[in-house]
C-alpha cells in the first residue's frame, strides 16, 4: 500500500484508486520540479548531471537545458518566467520569454552568495531564496569553491536589485514556501548543529508588513525518519514536505496527518497537473507522481 493513514483526517486527502506511478529513471539526483500549466510540462533538476529536465504527458522525458548551472531549485515569477538557482555560478537567474537568462543576485555586499538552494516568489514579485553551502563542498554538485557568506535566507526585490536578508538563524537552511495567504515561511534546516547531529526541522517565520518585518524562527515540526528538504502547501495549507520514506502530510498546526510511501528518498515535490492536484515527487535517481484528493496552493 502506498499510503499510511497516520490521523484520520488524511484518508480524505488520497485516492486509494490512485496509485504512486513511475515517470522516470536513471537520473543522478533530482531537484527542483516546477509545473508549468501553460505548456502542460514539469521542469526539474538532474543536479549532479548539470541538466535540467522536461517530463510531458504525452512526450516523456527529454532535456530542456544542458549545462544548468548545476541548477537546483526553481520556481516562476509572476510574468511566468523561470525563476532558478544556480550552484555552479552561485546565483539566481530568471530565464526571460526569449530564452535569454538573466542574473537577478549573485553577491551580498559585495560578496559572492554560497550555492542558493530553493527558491519561491510572493505574490507582490518579489524573490525569497535560501543560501546553504552544500553546492560548493563537494564537486558532486557544482565543483569546490569557498564560502564567503554565512547560510542566510534572503528575500530579493528583482526591479530594483534589492537584496536583504530575512533569517540569519539557520545553519543550513534549505527548502522555502508560504502559507496560503503569504502570511507564513516554512524554511526546511538540513544543517548541523553544534554537536554535529543532524537537524531535522521544519521552522516557521511570522511574516507582516507584506514580508517586509519578519519574525524569529520557532519550531513547527521535526520531520523523521530523515530530514526536509522541499515541500509544498496545498489550498488548506497542509504541508506536504519531503523525508527519507516518502512525502509526509502536516497539518497547519504542525501534526503529522499521513504518508506516501515512496520507494527511495525523497528530495523535493511540486503539485502540478490537471486542477494542481497531481504530486509530482523527486526521489533521489527517479521521478514518481501520484494524485491526490487536494490541490496545491494558488497563492493571491
Given at each position: 500500500?502506498?499510503?499510511e493513514?497516520?490521523?484520520?483526517?488524511?484518508?480524505?486527502?488520497?485516492?486509494?484508486?490512485a496509485?504512486?506511478?513511475?515517470?522516470?529513471e536513471?537520473?543522478?539526483?533530482?531537484?527542483?520540479?516546477?509545473?508549468?500549466?501553460?505548456?502542460?510540462?514539469?521542469?526539474?533538476?538532474?543536479?549532479?548531471?548539470?541538466?535540467?529536465m522536461?517530463?510531458?504527458?504525452?512526450?516523456?522525458?527529454?532535456?530542456?537545458r544542458?549545462?544548468?548551472?548545476?541548477?537546483?531549485?526553481?520556481?516562476?515569477?509572476?510574468?511566468g518566467?523561470?525563476?532558478?538557482?544556480?550552484?555552479?555560478?552561485?546565483?539566481?537567474?530568471?530565464?526571460?520569454?526569449?530564452?535569454?537568462?538573466t542574473?537577478?543576485?549573485?553577491?551580498?555586499?559585495?560578496?559572492r552568495?554560497?550555492?542558493?538552494?530553493?527558491?519561491?516568489?510572493?505574490?507582490?514579485?518579489?524573490?525569497?531564496?535560501?543560501d546553504?553551502?552544500?553546492?560548493?563542498q563537494?564537486?558532486?554538485?557544482g565543483?569546490?569553491?569557498?564560502?564567503e557568506?554565512?547560510?542566510?535566507?534572503?528575500r530579493?526585490?528583482p526591479?530594483?536589485?534589492?537584496?536583504?536578508v530575512?533569517s540569519?538563524?539557520?545553519?543550513?537552511?534549505n527548502?522555502?514556501?508560504?502559507s496560503?495567504?503569504?502570511?507564513?515561511l516554512?524554511?526546511?534546516?538540513?544543517?548541523?548543529?553544534?554537536?554535529?547531529?543532524?537537524?531535522?526541522?521544519i521552522?516557521v517565520?511570522d511574516?507582516?508588513?507584506?514580508g517586509?518585518?519578519c519574525?524569529e524562527?520557532?519550531?513547527?515540526?521535526?520531520?523523521?525518519?530523515?530530514?526536509?528538504?522541499?515541500?509544498?502547501?496545498?489550498?488548506?495549507?497542509n504541508?506536504?514536505?519531503?523525508?527519507?520514506?516518502?512525502v509526509?502530510?502536516?497539518?497547519p498546526?504542525?501534526?503529522?496527518?499521513?504518508?506516501?510511501?515512496?520507494?527511495?528518498?525523497?528530495?523535493?515535490?511540486t503539485?502540478?497537473?490537471?486542477?494542481r492536484?497531481?504530486?509530482?515527487?523527486c526521489?533521489?535517481?527517479?521521478?514518481?507522481?501520484?494524485?491526490?484528493?487536494?490541490?496545491?496552493?494558488?497563492?493571491?
Amino acid at each position: 500500500m502506498d499510503f499510511e493513514i497516520v490521523d484520520s483526517r488524511f484518508k480524505a486527502m488520497v485516492l486509494p484508486n490512485a496509485p504512486l506511478e513511475k515517470l522516470g529513471e536513471g537520473f543522478r539526483w533530482l531537484e527542483g520540479p516546477v509545473w508549468f500549466a501553460d505548456f502542460d510540462c514539469l521542469l526539474f533538476s538532474d543536479l549532479p548531471n548539470d541538466r535540467i529536465m522536461r517530463w510531458t504527458e504525452s512526450g516523456g522525458i527529454s532535456v530542456f537545458r544542458q549545462p544548468s548551472g548545476f541548477a537546483n531549485g526553481h520556481t516562476r515569477d509572476r510574468q511566468g518566467r523561470l525563476i532558478g538557482c544556480s550552484h555552479r555560478h552561485r546565483c539566481i537567474t530568471r530565464t526571460e520569454l526569449d530564452g535569454s537568462i538573466t542574473v537577478l543576485a549573485d553577491r551580498y555586499q559585495g560578496k559572492r552568495l554560497n550555492s542558493p538552494n530553493d527558491v519561491i516568489v510572493k505574490s507582490d514579485g518579489t524573490i525569497w531564496f535560501s543560501d546553504p553551502p552544500y553546492g560548493i563542498q563537494t564537486d558532486y554538485e557544482g565543483g569546490k569553491q569557498a564560502a564567503e557568506l554565512p547560510a542566510f535566507v534572503y528575500r530579493l526585490v528583482p526591479e530594483i536589485g534589492t537584496l536583504t536578508v530575512v533569517s540569519e538563524a539557520f545553519t543550513g537552511p534549505n527548502g522555502l514556501c508560504f502559507s496560503p495567504d503569504e502570511s507564513l515561511l516554512y524554511v526546511s534546516e538540513s544543517g548541523l548543529q553544534f554537536d554535529s547531529s543532524p537537524v531535522q526541522h521544519i521552522s516557521v517565520i511570522d511574516l507582516a508588513d507584506g514580508g517586509a518585518r519578519c519574525s524569529e524562527p520557532r519550531l513547527f515540526h521535526k520531520v523523521e525518519p530523515g530530514f526536509a528538504d522541499g515541500f509544498r502547501c496545498d489550498e488548506e495549507g497542509n504541508l506536504w514536505t519531503s523525508a527519507a520514506d516518502g512525502v509526509h502530510c502536516v497539518a497547519p498546526s504542525g501534526d503529522l496527518l499521513g504518508k506516501i510511501r515512496v520507494p527511495s528518498t525523497v528530495s523535493n515535490l511540486t503539485f502540478g497537473g490537471r486542477n494542481r492536484s497531481r504530486l509530482f515527487i523527486c526521489a533521489s535517481h527517479t521521478l514518481f507522481a501520484v494524485y491526490t484528493n487536494r490541490r496545491g496552493a494558488q497563492r493571491p
